[in-house]
């Protein structure tokens, strides 16, 4: 990933405006191979690379490890003893994965040429994960889609340098957003508004956040076969169009101008690898300055003089005040392409500072990146390790100082002497004081590398310590115990942290600190009438240590008028036992006075009845309350006297319950247990 930082260059001079308040600080402190193992034959390890921050991305497309053709990257990942393999992201058969790669921060794309499809990766706290896979919805097979990508901020763009349009295989570029929902969307297409079968439309792309896309298209041949072209765009998610070409005036015939290009703000570089100007298909880099809305052409880069068939700009890259540039066919001093890669720097002009050969028949260059100084080259054709295996070298350059120590930050973070925790290139220190990295505990360690050391806590792997995120309001925290509510226990799944409940009676009825429904769903507490409250606090009115309800459900008590309490406690409440017997009110045996037959109505029958009983044998089989007529607490001759003046005489009317069914009295003396009369 390249982080370009605006510059304004007046007569060529170039003001670095970038991280605020580094300084500039030109130093090399290191070049290097990178360390690699298992690379088999013909794996081509190399032939695409990415930096960002304190990881490498390296693709090998002819890795077989998925299939034929399959292809893999592998990420490195910075640590205190070198670049470390840290992962290897694998393609399906024939896919070539790996053609492409870009990376922006937590994220990384890889192209797959080969079927034309591109795999979004996101680095999480624990590892990478698949977040897509996208495809050109108008694609078809061998468009190329994949065979270059362009990262920057919310923006992808995709090229595909053989897409069928309307003329022929044209090319073009897709554009991607990354929406609110962490997905890549399909935003817009460009192609070449002349645009002609062959174009080679999209072969190299760079955006910058300016909203400017600078496209390459080598195969257009306006100023003679394969001259080459570049078009910029301008615009953002509203729309883009076109609103440069570059390459008329300079590219000649063959020159494939447009094979790579870099755009920062007001200034476009393009590489052009078999120019003639230094020498037969030697290449060159054209510059381009924007004054008052017009693009002027700078001094060109070169080769030596006198050089031929080098490749020179067949890839570079550009950040601050640093150049990269390709050459993967320059020959050196060895019998076979050894590749080679020269790096400038700015000082009132580019300067020409060194170059890395690499191994002979390895094309060192055939794919560069940059990143906060680290500059990274692939050699796919490199058989040190093994037959094509491929190989990668990198060089540690640091043209920034954001602590003014004198030691370029690249580099003191590549020696040690810097820290650099969370691998974005930038000590941790400069990072923190500059408020691109959290700090809340004020450790002078970002919070992302604090809390994923295990150093403080952080249970919801938020990357934010516990106590930060809780005394700041991110998070929830009921019982202000500093621990994320989200991490508590809810064992009930109500949205509410345990801890926050057990002090609630409505939770948990009994105060012992657990939940009550987590209670009886565990089997630890009963609810015989599942009804969530736990037996245990169920009412228990004769203290048998067996809630009412449940005593009453077992049939272990009587519940005649089944309130679901026992009928002794029933007997023992006023106004449920308002006679004050052994009857529940509502259970209890009615009666009407006098009708000690048991035959509906008060009549002569029962006075006789009652007369007789008195000089013979006579019993009264139901009721011997409703016998005592005058309720005067005797069974004797004067009931059914009472009964006599009652119906014939006038006399009083019997005592109640009377005329109506009730049942006993307080007063009464006699048992009554059952009366036809009454149901």
């Known amino acids: 990933m390249n982080h370009f930082r605006h510059i304004l260059m007046p007569f060529c001079l170039l003001i670095l405006v970038g991280l605020g308040g580094q300084n500039t600080l ?32 390296v693709g090998a497309i002819g890795d077989d490890g998925g299939g034929t053709l399959s292809g893999s990257v592998r990420s490195f990942r910075r640590t205190s003893s070198g670049y470390q393999l840290e992962n290897v992201f694998s393609g399906q058969s024939g896919s070539e994965y790996g053609s492409s790669i870009a990376a922006n921060q937590d994220w990384l794309a890889i192209g797959a040429a080969g079927l034309g499809y591109i795999d979004i990766w996101k680095s999480t706290r624990f590892g990478w994960e698949l977040c897509c896979t996208i495809v050109d919805p108008e694609g078809h097979a061998d468009d190329g889609f994949g065979s270059s990508i362009a990262f920057e901020g919310d923006l992808l763009a995709v090229g595909s340098p053989t897409f069928q349009t309307d003329v022929g295989p044209a090319g073009c570029v897709t554009l991607w957003r990354l929406n609110g929902m962490a997905n890549w969307e399909f935003e817009e297409r460009l192609e070449a508004l002349d645009r002609v079968s062959g174009d080679n439309f999209g072969t190299s792309i760079s955006i910058h956040s300016s909203g400017q896309i600078l496209v390459g298209s080598p195969g257009r041949d306006g100023n003679g076969i394969d001259s080459g072209v570049a078009f910029l765009y301008s615009g953002g998610s509203d729309g883009w169009t076109e609103s440069a070409a570059f390459g008329p005036g300079i590219a000649n015939e063959g020159d494939r101008f447009g094979t790579s290009v870099s755009l920062i703000e007001d200034f476009v570089f393009i590489g052009c690898p078999f120019s003639d100007i230094a020498g037969p298909a030697s290449g060159m880099v054209a510059s381009y300055r924007k004054s008052n809305g017009i693009w002027i052409i700078q001094p060109l880069l070169l080769p030596n003089s006198g050089v031929t068939g080098t490749g020179f700009g067949a890839t570079l890259v550009m950040e601050d005040n640093l150049l990269a540039i390709g050459a993967p066919m320059d ?14 720097a700015f000082d009132q002009g580019w300067n020409y500072q060194y170059s890395l050969l690499g191994n002979s028949g390895g094309f060192l260059g055939t794919s560069i990146a940059i990143d906060r100084g680290v500059i990274l080259a692939g050699a796919p054709l490199d058989s040190s390790t093994a037959i094509l295996g491929g190989g990668a070298k990198f060089i540690v350059e640091g043209d920034l100082d954001c602590d003014s120590d004198g030691t370029a930050d690249a580099c003191a973070i590549n020696n040690g002497t810097a820290q650099d925790c969370d691998l974005d290139g930038i000590p941790d220190q400069c990072a923190i004081l500059g408020g691109w990295v959290a700090d809340c505990d004020n450790d002078l360690i970002p919070d992302s590398c604090s809390t994923l050391a295990g150093n403080v806590e952080d249970c919801d792997a938020d990357g934010i310590p516990d106590s930060c995120s809780t005394q700041s309001g991110l998070v929830e925290d009921c019982d202000q115990d500093s621990v994320p509510d989200v991490c508590q226990g809810d064992c009930n799944l109500n949205g509410i942290p345990d801890p926050c409940e057990v002090f609630n009676p409505m939770y948990d009825c009994n105060l012992n600190g657990q939940i ?30 067996i809630s009412d309800i449940c005593s009453v459900l077992s049939g272990l008590s009587e519940d005649c008028n089944s309130n679901f309490l026992p009928d002794e406690c029933d007997l023992d409440d006023p106004l449920e036992n308002s006679n004050a017997n052994d009857y529940v009110d509502f259970c209890e045996p009615m009666f009407i006075r006098g009708d000690a037959d048991g035959t509906p109505g008060v009549r002569l029958a029962d006075a006789v009845l009652l007369i007789s009983r008195v000089f013979g044998s006579t019993v009264i089989e139901y009721c011997e309350e409703a016998a005592d007529a005058n309720a005067d607490g005797f069974h004797d001759i004067s009931d059914g006297l009472y009964l006599l003046f009652y119906e014939f005489a006038g006399g009083a009317a019997p005592p109640g319950p009377f005329p109506e069914c009730g049942i006993a009295p307080a007063s009464a003396l006699f048992p009554c247990t059952e009366h036809p009369s009454c149901p």
């Not at 009550?516 to 203290?543: F, Q, R, W």
Request: charged content about 25%.
């Open 26 to 57: 030109w130093s090399q402190c290191l070049q290097s191979d990178l360390e690699i193992f298992g690379i088999s034959a013909g794996d081509r390890f190399g032939r695409s690379v990415a930096v960002s921050g304190g990881r490498f991305f």
């Open 331 to 344: 020959m050196g001093n060895e019998a076979m392409p050894a590749g080679k890669i020269s790096i400038y």
């Open 516 to 545: 009550d429904e987590c209670e009886i769903d565990s089997g630890a507490l009963s609810d015989c009438d599942l009804d969530g409250v736990p037996d245990i606090c169920d009412n228990d009115c004769n203290e048998d240590g």
